[in-house]
């Protein structure tokens, strides 16, 4: 069975940093790009970041480009966020999910994980 | 760039069909098929629903289906029923720097 977990949310005051991670279970980590995807309070989804199957290619929203970074360790399972220069719009609950496949089909995303969240705030 | 755009809300009643519009640019959703519809009830997460515009997942009811013209993808639920109540929010692939655009997301709910 596919399992995302997701851990390192909390409460952080503006300007400071925080380290997302994304266990990973039931599935081969390394044949799949991995995405975050965040939702704020009573708010819509927003696409955050992805990262390529072997790491080698990462891309990120406009909103957090230049703040965050995405990487993985195939060899352990994990998918990490580092969000750096956070600000008071990064408060959300951070998903990360699991593409569908490769190619055109690494665009969609079969399984999510339950969140974390996390607060920017002073 | 902005989100696609999505009604904030839709309603039906158990049986009927509806459909949730989803308009973007030639940038995303009018050159690519790379359509994705998601479903969220109130408290849970995303669920695939619908990808490459008009495809479903494994276990995905065939009340469920995808279509595009032009700009502007769509989501029919025929068969309306109350486990459909839910939040569902459109996805595509662009070609600007962002990736991927979600739409704002539309209220499904059952009468």
């Known amino acids: 069975e596919v399992q995302l977990l997701e851990s390192g949310g909390g409460l952080v005051q503006p300007g400071g940093s925080l380290r997302l991670s994304c266990a990973a279970s039931g599935f081969t980590l390394g044949n799949y790009a991995m995405t975050w995807v965040r939702q704020a309070p009573g708010k819509g989804l927003e696409w955050v970041s992805d990262i390529s199957e072997s790491g080698g290619s990462t891309y990120y929203a406009d909103s957090v480009k230049g703040r965050f970074i995405i990487s993985r360790d195939n060899s352990k399972n994990t998918l990490d966020l580092q969000m750096n220069s956070l600000r008071a719009e990064d408060t959300a609950v951070y998903y990360c999910?699991?593409?569908?496949?490769?190619?055109?089909?690494?665009?969609?995303?079969?399984?999510w994980g339950q969140g974390t969240l996390v607060t920017v705030s002073s | 760039q902005s989100a696609l755009t999505q009604p904030p809300s839709v309603s039906g009643s158990p049986g009927q069909s509806v459909t949730i519009s989803c308009t973007g640019t030639?940038?995303?959703?009018?050159?690519?098929?790379?359509v994705s519809w998601y479903q969220q009830p109130p408290g849970t997460t995303p669920k695939l629903m619908i990808y490459?515009?008009?495809n479903r997942p494994s276990g995905v009811p065939d009340r469920f289906s995808g279509s595009k013209s032009g700009n502007t993808a769509s989501l029919t639920i025929s068969g309306l029923q109350a486990e459909d109540e839910a939040d569902y929010y459109c996805s595509s692939y662009t070609r600007s720097s962002t990736y991927v655009l979600f739409g704002g997301g539309t209220k499904l709910t059952v009468l």
């Open positions: 490459e515009v008009s």
């Open positions: 999910a699991k593409s569908l496949g490769g190619g055109i089909y690494k665009y969609y995303f079969d399984y």
């Open positions: 030639s940038s995303d959703v009018g050159s690519y098929n790379r």
